[in-house]
């Protein structure tokens, strides 16, 4: 039996990965903000990515017995344009996002047992140039993918693989956050109410193409138990997206200022 520690545990995805887990008879140790439902069948201890003091604490009792890998499921979700969002939320999704799964990985290392894997959940996005309005979210994970790039070029040296997984949409609590924080946005910006509204109605045709969090925590046991993992696993990726990624940077921008603007 392996024992690998969640984060984001109490979220879509981190349920089902944990559900995944546990049923094939491994041992599933959740970190989130709030402890897990009464009768959930695996430990969730209460901890906050972005409190170094708490996470220590929480890694520490998880780490009890040794670990056989991490999985980062936790994150923040949200968006709007650049120059209008405050410094406070610029900065909060930097530390859930990056900085998270950054501390959890230094505090989780004097655990791992030989051959543990760290494996990231970055977002389809990452790899592509960012869309209006998506920036803070897309920049996040761009940046939480690199840094994956270069954890992986370390901890090989150590036997520990890292593994990248990069899903499009699915159908997990962040989906509803995602049309909040759209709805949020198109009611509050000065600068791009038609934009906003616009891209919008872009953003509600992609969302309904989603995969269920199941399938999401397939591939995450891919990653974990092949003797051999890929460094990035891709999951419902959107085909515009990908064709529009392809493009050189001012045909891009053509196409979104047709797109968008009035």
Not at 28 to 37: E, F, R, S
Not at 130 to 144: H, N, S
Not at 197 to 202: E, L, T, V
Request: glycine fraction near 8%; hydrophobic fraction near 45%; proline fraction near 6%.
């Amino acid at each position: 039996m392996a024992r690998y520690l969640v984060t984001g545990a109490n979220g879509g995805m981190g349920r089902a990965i944990c559900r995944r887990l546990f049923d094939r008879g491994d041992e599933p140790i959740g970190i989130d903000l709030k402890q897990a439902d009464e009768g959930t069948p695996w430990r969730v201890i209460a901890a906050d990515v972005t409190d170094p003091a708490s996470l220590e604490g929480a890694i520490k009792t998880a780490g009890e017995g040794g670990l056989d890998g991490v999985i980062h499921a936790a994150g923040l979700y949200d968006l709007g344009s650049l120059v209008e969002m405050d410094e406070t939320r610029f900065l909060r999704i930097f530390n859930v996002n990056l900085f998270g799964a950054y501390r959890v990985n230094r505090l989780a290392l004097p655990y791992f047992n030989p051959g543990a894997r760290v494996v990231i959940v970055t977002s389809e996005l990452a790899p592509l140039d960012p869309l209006p309005f998506t920036g803070i979210y897309a920049v996040t994970k761009a940046a939480l993918d690199r840094y994956a790039d270069a954890l992986r070029m370390e901890l090989q040296l150590l036997g520990y693989p890292v593994a990248v997984i990069r899903p499009g949409a699915v159908d997990t609590g962040m989906l509803p956050a995602s049309t909040a924080a759209l709805d949020r946005f198109c009611a509050s910006t000065e600068l791009y109410p038609v934009n906003a509204a616009r891209f919008k109605s872009i953003v509600d045709r992609v969302e309904a193409k989603k995969v269920a969090p199941e399938k999401l925590a397939s591939v995450v046991l891919r990653a974990l138990t092949k003797k051999r993992p890929k460094p990035v696993y891709r999951l419902n990726r959107n085909p515009w997206l990908r064709l529009l990624g392809i493009l050189p940077k001012r045909a891009q921008l053509r196409i979104i200022r047709r797109v968008l603007k009035k």
